[in-house]
């Protein structure tokens, strides 16, 4: 009798158990840099996949309006986690914005002058006489007189015409100017778009300006505060991004099929195609994603200072601006 009954106890016992409610998931809101485009994928597959569910994370992407605001909108907690160019995020921490970078996800810079392929201009001496479009204090534009200087151009060696994002991007398409200050991801597929025709980067990484670009990044306080969130926010993020990079396509259509005006398959796919050499550098080509090295960062840093307005202060200590305290272990 005793038997039983201990055995009818340990029945309802996991009776009870089984008919408990499962904990709710963590509501996360993420906040992109710019309207969505290819180099976003790995955010939405990541969420189509069950990914963030599997980490109990209730994920929602809202698209962004430039990585300034964004990082203005996690420094005021109105958004959790942000996907921002880094260097810009490093401006507003600098000046007291209570940010740091998570996780590193573009290694290598992004940034290019690119013109139609037919203009056949594919080293910088073929930029001599040309027009190049570009938009005033836009990261690029501040980095701009670095490439110069690394390939031996000079100002007198061709013509400028400024505008912002989209008036850089009609000059082109229009045949005003022969190129612009792009990123190898996002301008050149909005090129190909509005026009059907490819684009040809030259690559400011090609001419050893080495510096990170996108990541993600979060409050302090928030990162105190939820650091299991955290540590499973990114753990999701960088499972996202390596199943995205065995399934482009894929991945893409996760973005239309959550947002249909999101683009056109074919350069959404291409784009993100563009974005994933991005995510390694030679120090890191055996890690997972978003394991940033120091070097990097502090050779960032210094750059920054340099070109890019930071205040000379980041120097003193570049670990101030990032983490990888919050990444999963171990090498791809």
Do not use: C
């Not at 940010?99 to 139609?116: C, D, K, N, R, Y």
């Not at 594919?122 to 701009?144: C, F, H, N, R, Y």
């Not at 008036?167 to 022969?178: E, F, P, S």
């Not at 926010?233 to 990079?245: D, I, N, R, Y």
């Amino acid at each position: 009798m005793m038997r039983w009954m201990s055995a009818a106890a340990a029945a309802l016992s996991l009776t009870a158990l089984s008919a408990a409610p499962a904990a709710a998931a963590d509501k996360v809101l993420l906040m992109l840099n710019w309207y969505v485009y290819g180099e976003h994928a790995p955010f939405y597959y990541g969420k189509a996949k069950g990914i963030y569910a599997a980490e109990n994370i209730d994920l929602e992407i809202q698209e962004g309006r430039g990585s300034a605001a964004t990082t203005q909108a996690v420094a005021a907690k109105t958004a959790d986690f942000g996907y921002v160019d880094v260097p810009t995020m490093m401006r507003a921490a600098i000046k007291g914005a209570p940010v740091i970078a998570t996780g590193v996800l573009l290694q290598t810079s992004p940034m290019s002058v690119m013109g139609f392929v037919d203009k056949n201009i594919k080293k910088p001496e073929d930029l001599k006489g040309k027009t190049v479009a570009i938009t005033p204090a836009d990261s690029m534009t501040q980095i701009w007189p670095l490439f110069l200087k690394k390939t031996g151009l000079k100002e007198s060696d061709f013509q400028t015409v400024a505008g912002d994002g989209q008036t850089k991007l009609n000059a082109v398409i229009n045949g005003q100017a022969d190129v612009l200050l792009g990123y190898v991801m996002d301008q050149s597929m909005k090129i190909k778009d509005a026009t059907a025709k490819d684009v040809y980067p030259i690559k400011f990484a090609d001419y050893g300006i080495n510096m990170v670009s996108s990541g993600i990044i979060a409050n302090t306080d928030y990162v105190k505060a939820n650091a299991d969130l955290v540590r499973r926010f990114m753990a999701a993020t960088t499972k996202a991004v390596e199943a995205a990079e065995k399934d482009p396509k894929a991945a893409a259509q996760a973005i239309l099929d959550a947002n249909p005006k999101g683009g056109k398959i074919d350069t959404l796919t291409q784009g993100f195609e563009l974005t994933i050499p991005l995510y390694r550098t030679s120090e890191t080509k055996s890690k997972r994603p978003f394991q940033v090295t120091d070097q990097n960062m502090t050779d960032t840093v210094n750059l920054m200072v340099e070109y890019g307005g930071l205040d000379a202060k980041a120097r003193e200590n570049p670990k101030a601006f990032y983490t990888n305290d919050y990444l999963p272990k171990g090498d791809s």
